[in-house]
């Protein structure tokens, strides 16, 4: 089974940085896409970033210019590091890819700007 596991969420104060990572498990990141999520206060989830086995990334346009996703192939992770934090990235984030179809979830890692 596919599993997802996020870490490195926290307090951050506006303007800091700040890197996620998620281990993977019966998965090889750098053969699949992987996507990070993102479900902000009383909102639906939305994409981040992309990244794709030929190492194309994508981003939202809230954060591309400030956020770089990508993987450490030795040890099967996948990072997401944050950077001019704003409050309105607090969020639960989510490691995400899609196997036969079908999409496997993290359970999300908590980061809260502060102003």
């Known amino acids: 089974q596919v599993r997802l596991v996020e870490s490195g969420g926290e307090l951050v104060q506006a303007g800091g940085s700040l890197t996620l990572s998620c281990t993977a498990a019966g998965i090889i990141v750098s053969r699949n896409v992987m996507a990070w999520y993102r479900q902000r206060p009383g909102k639906e989830r939305e994409f981040v970033a992309q990244?794709?086995?030929?190492?194309?990334?994508n981003y939202a346009d809230s954060v591309k210019g400030r956020f770089t996703i990508s993987r450490e192939y030795n040890r099967n992770l996948v990072y997401l590091q944050m950077n001019s934090l704003k409050p309105e990235d607090t969020a639960v984030y989510y490691c995400n890819t899609v196997r036969s179809g079908n999409p496997y979830w993290g359970p999300g890692t908590q980061v809260t700007v502060s102003s």
């Open positions: 990244i794709t086995p030929g190492s194309e990334t």
